[in-house]
Every structure is written in structure tokens, then in C-alpha cells.
């Protein structure tokens, strides 16, 4: 079993910033293609981002194409979403989550492990 624990989230002005960490403990988080979800009040789970286990490749959705940036520190096994420009639309809880995929899913029902999430707010 991996466990996973995000923070980072709160409430900041549109424009502003937030960088995100899931911090995984129970196993190596090496073995896994980790990605990045949210989900608004009343809307479905959405893909955001998902990096490969080696950190080598990475995909994001288009809504946060050039404003979102995954990245992952296996030593500290730590994966990390930067967020810049944010827009309200961003306004969501986001979790993070394990893959055991060799290729990078886009669903979250490719996913094994979940973290809690965490807030965030984006006011305009």
C-alpha cells in the first residue's frame, strides 16, 4: 500500500500562485507514474497532470497547459504541482495518485492509490 498526503492548497487572488506536494510513505514511489487530479463541487474527477516514474515524460490537460508544472523527487519520494497564472476555474480539491502503467493514463480509474486531497481556491 502506498499512502499519500497532499498540501499547499489555500486561497489566493487570480493570477497568483500555489505549488502543490504529495508526500508518499509505505512505498517507493519510483514503481509508479504519479498524476495530478481535481474535482469541483457538483463536477467530475479531472486529469490535470501525470509525470513517469522516471520523471522523463510528462502530460498535462490542455485547460493548464503552459501554467502547471509536474514534477517528482523519487529521493524524497515527493511529487510536486507548481501552479501559476491561476484563473477561478482552477478553483478545486486536488489529488495526487499512483499508476502502475508504463504509458501515462489520463483516467482516474487507472489509478491505485489516492491521497486526501487539497483546497484549492482561486478568487477573481
Known amino acids: 500500500q502506498v499512502q499519500l498526503v497532499e498540501s499547499g492548497g489555500g486561497l489566493v487572488q487570480a493570477g497568483g500562485s500555489l505549488r502543490l506536494s504529495c508526500a508518499a510513505s509505505g512505498r517507493t514511489i519510483s514503481s509508479y507514474t504519479m498524476g495530478w487530479f481535481r474535482q469541483a463541487p457538483g463536477k467530475e474527477r479531472e486529469f490535470v497532470a501525470a509525470i513517469s516514474r522516471s520523471g522523463g515524460a510528462t502530460y498535462y490537460a490542455d485547460s493548464v497547459k503552459g501554467r502547471f508544472t509536474i514534477s517528482r523527487d523519487n529521493a524524497k519520494n515527493t511529487v510536486y504541482l507548481q501552479m501559476n497564472s491561476l484563473k477561478p476555474e482552477d478553483t478545486a480539491v486536488y489529488y495526487c495518485?499512483?499508476?502502475?502503467?508504463?504509458?501515462?493514463?489520463?483516467?482516474?480509474?487507472?489509478?491505485?492509490?489516492w491521497g486526501q486531497g487539497t483546497q484549492v481556491t482561486v478568487s477573481s
Open positions: 495518485a499512483t499508476s502502475g502503467g508504463v504509458v501515462i493514463f489520463t483516467t482516474p480509474g487507472r489509478y491505485d492509490y
